[in-house]
């Protein structure tokens, strides 16, 4: 992508069903997104480079992905967290906080700036206000930090790591949460809220000044507002369905955004339709590394009584 190119291009042609949990890897260089009905994890190490590809069997979905110092990928499976190896492609159980519910599935997932993994479920039919939003610390542990939700996505941290967003997406809302030292979240409220014709909010990221960006699912773009709440830009995508972003690039410089598509019929339909696909423009502030979880396994893997 040449420097300060505007407007949207192509990253990748990946088709994905449902393009989901983009990041740039910070030491790699290189940007890795997954396809929730693969479940696919992709990586694409240059610019128009070849998409490299793994099919997960643990599972029939996958929510998110992030980044494990010494591990490779730690990824929320539709009934479970796996650490995942790209080198060798093998998984390895971590850990189930929900406890075997089977009317919940793992979701949006990121680490914090003190290497907290956070993570959301979703009720299977995204009617019931039964997900939660578990923090899991780096020694291993976990909590349920706050309950109530039909879909758990974002969630994204302001620079300093004191304020959490959390797109509360089924309410098409934005919260925003106090974090302290210890993880622990406090005085929830209202941070944004987006019309019906905006579209529902999925996932966040922050840029450096601490913007807060989102992708609008059935919206078609993607929005940055201000740490005080106020819309400041607003960026329409060529394809309706945006689910996540981030900052990657040199610099930082450079909006991935992943996108999906409705429904076969609706693809078949529109010959010129690019949902799916994963793009990318330039953007004026720079972005953040996204942190690498540092966990240290306490207890034999796979031990749900750590929960």
Not at 83 to 93: A, L, N, V, W
Not at 96 to 119: C, F, Q, T
Not at 141 to 156: E, R, S, Y
Not at 178 to 191: E, I, M
Request: proline residues 6%.
């Amino acid at each position: 992508m040449s420097a300060g190119n505007s407007v949207w291009q192509i990253r990748a042609q990946t088709r994905d069903r449902l393009g989901e949990s983009v990041l740039w890897h910070p030491q790699e260089q290189a940007l890795y997104w997954i396809d929730y009905y693969g479940p696919f994890v992709h990586r694409q190490r240059d610019l128009n480079g070849a998409v490299e590809t793994w099919k997960l069997e643990v599972g029939e979905t996958i929510g998110s992905l992030v980044f494990v110092d010494g591990q490779g990928l730690l990824v929320a499976m539709d009934h479970g967290l796996y650490f995942f190896d790209p080198g060798t492609g093998s998984t390895r159980f971590f850990a189930d906080p929900k406890n075997g519910s089977r009317d919940l599935i793992y979701n949006d997932a990121k680490v914090d700036r003190a290497g907290r993994y956070w993570v959301g479920t979703l009720n299977l039919d995204e009617t019931k206000a039964i997900g939660s939003f578990y923090r899991v610390d780096p020694n291993g542990l976990a909590a349920m930090t706050d309950d109530g939700f039909a879909i758990c996505n974002g969630p994204t941290f302001s620079p300093d790591n004191r304020s959490l967003y959390f797109s509360d997406s089924s309410e098409r809302r934005i919260l925003r949460y106090d974090l302290d030292d210890g993880g622990r979240v406090s005085n929830r409220r209202t941070f944004y809220t987006f019309s019906i014709n905006d579209g529902l909010p999925d996932g966040l990221t922050v840029d450096s000044a601490g913007n807060v960006w989102c992708a609008l699912y059935g919206g078609g773009k993607v929005v940055c507002i201000d740490p005080t709440g106020l819309l400041k830009q607003s960026l329409p995508l060529p394809a309706p369905y945006a689910t996540s972003l981030c900052f990657g690039g040199p610099g930082l410089r450079t909006l991935f955004v992943t996108t999906g598509w409705n429904t076969p019929e609706e693809a078949a339909a529109d010959p010129n339709d690019v949902g799916g696909h994963v793009f990318m423009r330039d953007v004026e502030v720079a972005g953040l590394a996204e942190p690498i979880a540092p966990f240290q396994l306490r207890r034999r893997l796979g031990d749900s009584s750590e929960f």
